[in-house]
């Protein structure tokens, strides 16, 4: 079967562009002029629920998904916010509100962490996922579909081919 029929399935490299937006249609993220995400489907490289929407597309289908929270990444979890000593960070880093940075949790292990709010003498963390909460819009428009590499495969991801094969007549979403 010639690459330009295959359809999105377990282990097949997909590269496409894509447009993020929250429930509000403020965009988040994009790969509008850049390269395309390249990735490996079905190996929890996107969210499960987004790549159970991709199965079965081929390249020009036109693809809109809307995940809600228990899909995605989550309701934020009040547990997961802290407040901490400034001075065990600061030491180690000037503070900004918004800079993420791993932090060991109660259990010694680690986590990414957000910096929220910075007060006299504490900060308050935030461990939920940024997009934890959001209803998230997927529009995404499919370049290319192929069969893995052996290399691929055996790593379990994608590698990205060169730039200048992605076809010049791919529009942009």
Known sequence: MPDNDL????????????QLTNGFGEIIDSSQG????????????LLP??????TGKRS??????TIYPEDAYGYPDESLIAEWPRATIEEKQELVVGMRFKALDK???SKLVTLVEIREDTVVLDANHPLAGQVLTFTMAIVSIREPTTRELEQGFAVATNPNSVPSSVQEI
């Open 49 to 54: 629920s987004l790549e159970r929407e991709l």
């Open 107 to 109: 259990e010694g292990e």
């Open 7 to 18: 359809t999105i399935d377990d282990h097949r490299v997909v590269s496409m562009h894509y």
């Open 34 to 45: 850049d390269l395309p995400l390249v990735y490996m489907h079905n190996t929890n490289a």
């Open 60 to 65: 020009g289908d036109p693809i809109a998904v």
